[in-house]
């Protein structure tokens, strides 16, 4: 750590774990009601618990990516934090719209669009809340004397993620446009902008934990986030296929979406050939381990299993499925949350001074969770080709497709044991890391830059 | 090899390109929306329809035009597939209506409700999603399946009333056609009377304590109708 104001970050981290943990409690919730332990029905009904499981993932990384921006903006900008009072002000009002929200859905307060289920007096304290992160982080680096690439890619991402909020903010009339301007949102983000902002995460770890030339690092960030946007913007077509849009969308979707594995192909590569060219071993390997785990996974996750059923005359079998599901666990994994507990891994030695990464349990944390991770997605890909043959290939009722499935189910949370167990290691090293100290100030504990 | 400033512009001019492109399409799309949804059909009842239906956030189970959660049936189609007069019962009760099956919550509409919330599903129903869902195209004869003795169809002379197709299919089979949640019904009229087939339609609680048939809501001639159409069910 180099800045004192560094140290916000850390609360930023902290409500990450927290908000981790609940996300994982709703997702057992869903496991359970699933092989038809639903218990809960009438207190949590599978729409709250739903609507609770997603939107924890977004807010927890949403704050893990402002973690990271008031982490890595100092060092790029060379100063201290524009305001660090307003950064503590920031957090605080974030996570209480983020309690009302998660409290609100369990009283049927909501707005019932899938992903952007928060209600609309909020998103207006969402946006007011995101301009305040944002003109911190801006004036940081207007006022900061040097000038990086992976500062301006960052900063670009974070305010491309917050104008893209808007659209999904207009009220529609007609389902057909309601849907098409929310996924302006939802995945002109997750394929698009917050691309971007794992593209400058990543930079800058890679320039940290490699030591490769900046130039180097920054160039190639260009070309991956270039990719990201060649396919990404058009590749938004895979959602316009069967929600009446016009038929042109199955082609521009389906070429697009078939080249949107490329940037994070672009990305893997990148990531392992700098780690390649590295001069000397960091010795934070847990961070390491989970950049360039995120490189892979995103690659295998998003890119692959992405492309393996947005192709048109495969998505129509495919579409509202679990098939699906088993895509977006291992792409929001593989992209975010592992870039996210990378960003942590990092910053938590520099911050603490505690140097936990030679420990055993950092490598517990990576593999328990990626294998579990790794088996639930297995689990719902099983589950989803069958829903697919047996729903839509050859007509079976919906419900006695379902009963069918359940076994797959049940690996499914026994997989997500596992995954809590790692998910588990990783939090007990956060607590056992302390609190960020100002003994900490000025070493960053062996970055080769 | 590529300069830094030349990835620069690669990064800057393909994003401007494509997001142009977009803009433009998204201008196409919108241009042909109203003809492609039928735009003139959005009553104030569909409207209302769709209200209920965020409000509630049904898409946090439901998938609708293939969206949502997976968790409860795609509804695109529903009134196609169950007609107006089964969703209206169901939703009175829907967990009487798959009794022991996922559970859905109770919502008490009001009749004026469920009719908005049916209007709703009726209109996306016709939307023109480029023929999604497609039909099933594997034959099911195709698959080796092991024919059930009771799945034989009987002559039957009393044609099936219109309620009997409406709400009793949904779970139950006549002639290997329709629901499985219940028994099927193909040899139902000797087995019963009509006297007590009239009796377990009144209320099928009353009969057998604890049964899983939901007490339908028929008028007297709906009723009639239906014991005599399965009571030719020999």
Known sequence: MRFQSQKVAYWFFATCMLLLSLQIVYGFIMGFARIGMDGLHDYIPFNTARATHTNLLVVWLLTGFMGAAYYIIPEESDRELYSVKLAYIQLISWVVVGV????????????????????????YLVVVNVLTFLFNIAMTIWEAKKRSTTQLVLFFGLLCAALLYLPGMIYFDNQTLDSYFRWWVVHLWVEGVWELIMGGILAFLLIKLTGVDREVI????????????????????????WIGTPKYWLMVGGIFSALEPLAFLGMAIWALNMYRKKGKDHPNKIALYWTLG???????????????????AVNQWTHGTLVTAMHGHLAFWG???????????????????????????????????????????????????????????????????QKEIVFHFIGMLLAATLFTVGITYFIVDFIRHGLPSNEALGKNVGDLD | MLSKSQARAFFLGGTFLFSAIFVFLTIDSIRQNDARTNAQNLTEDVLKGKEIWEKNN?????????????????????????GVSWIDVFLDDPQAMFPGERKMVKYNFTKEEKGQVIAFLDWVGKIDANGWPPK???????????????????????????????????????????????????????????DYLNRWLIDPQVIKPGTNMPKLPL??????DIVTYLSALK
């Not at chain 1, 920054?218 to 296929?241: D, N, Q, R």
């Not at chain 2, 008028?219 to 009639?224: F, G, H, L, N, V």
Request: proline share 4%; with cysteine.
């Open chain 1, 100 to 123: 009302i929200a998660i409290v609100g859905f369990h009283f049927n307060w909501w707005e019932g669009r899938k992903f952007l289920e928060i209600p609309r007096p909020l998103d």
């Open chain 1, 218 to 241: 920054e160039k190639w960030l260009y070309v991956v986030v270039g990719l990201t946007f060649l396919s990404g913007i058009l590749g938004t077509g895979h959602h316009y296929y």
């Open chain 1, 294 to 312: 995120s490189a892979i996974m995103s690659f295998i996750g998003a890119g692959f299993l992405g492309f393996a059923h947005t192709w048109p």
């Open chain 1, 335 to 401: 992209a975010y949350a592992m870039l996210v507990l990378a960003v942590i891994s990092y910053a938590m030695p520099n911050m603490t001074g505690r140097k936990l990464f030679t420990g055993m349990s950092g490598y517990l944390a990576f593999w328990a969770s990626n294998v579990g991770m790794l088996g639930m997605t297995g689990a719902l890909a099983v589950a989803g080709i069958t829903q697919v043959y047996l729903e839509r290939k050859l007509g079976m009722d919906f419900l006695v497709v």
């Open chain 2, 58 to 82: 049904c898409m946090g189970c439901h998938t609708l035009l293939g969206e949502g959660a997976y968790y409860a049936p795609d509804l695109t189609k529903v009134v196609e597939r169950r």
């Open chain 2, 136 to 194: 099933p195209n594997i034959p099911v004869d195709s698959i080796a399946i092991a024919v059930s003795p009771q799945t034989s169809t009987n002559i039957v002379k009393v044609s099936q009333p219109e309620k009997f197709s409406q709400l009793c299919v949904a779970c139950h089979a006549v002639g290997g056609k329709g629901g499985n949640v219940g028994p099927t019904l193909d040899h139902v009229g000797s087995k019963f009377d009509a």
């Open chain 2, 219 to 224: 008028s007297d001639t709906e009723r009639k």
